[in-house]
């Protein structure tokens, strides 16, 4: 089930998670993390995350005046993957922590 983020303070809750979960079982994107988070707080119009029983998942759509994305986390590879609309659409990116900032500065701002 999706959540609509409506307030800053839900907003806080769900990045707070998400980086103490990047600190215990996602080592290979606990400092990306960041960085993506700041380029999805720029560039959204509309936030929404997934949530099961009441737990938010490392799953975030975000809407842009010209498109959506979807974001995840690949358990396997270690990867925040960005993909058009949802979990089906076409993979358009994916980061780590060797990513560098001048790339992830640039796919959001070509939103």
Same mark, same amino acid.
């Given at each position: 089930? %999706?959540? !609509?983020?409506?307030? @800053?303070?839900?907003?806080?809750?769900?990045?707070?998670?998400?980086?103490?979960?990047? &600190?215990?079982?996602?080592?290979?994107?606990?400092?990306? %993390?960041?960085?993506?988070?700041?380029?999805? @707080?720029? !560039?959204?119009? &509309? @936030? #929404?995350?997934? #949530?099961?029983?009441?737990?938010?998942?490392?799953?975030?759509?975000?809407?842009? *005046?010209?498109?959506?994305?979807?974001?995840?986390?690949?358990?396997?590879?270690? #990867?925040?993957?960005? !993909?058009?609309?949802?979990? !089906?659409?076409?993979?358009?990116?994916?980061?780590?922590?060797?990513? *560098? @900032?001048?790339?992830?500065?640039?796919?959001?701002?070509?939103?």
């Amino acid at each position: 089930m %999706a959540r !609509k983020i409506n307030s @800053i303070q839900l907003l806080q809750n769900y990045f707070s998670d998400v980086m103490i979960r990047t &600190d215990h079982h996602a080592l290979g994107v606990s400092q990306v %993390a960041l960085a993506v988070i700041g380029g999805i @707080i720029w !560039k959204s119009s &509309d @936030i #929404e995350v997934f #949530e099961r029983n009441g737990e938010a998942k490392n799953v975030l759509w975000m809407q842009t *005046p010209m498109a959506n994305f979807y974001f995840s986390y690949d358990h396997a590879t270690d #990867e925040i993957v960005v !993909k058009e609309n949802n979990h !089906k659409g076409r993979e358009l990116i994916r980061f780590t922590n060797t990513s *560098p @900032i001048a790339d992830i500065h640039a796919f959001f701002d070509s939103m």
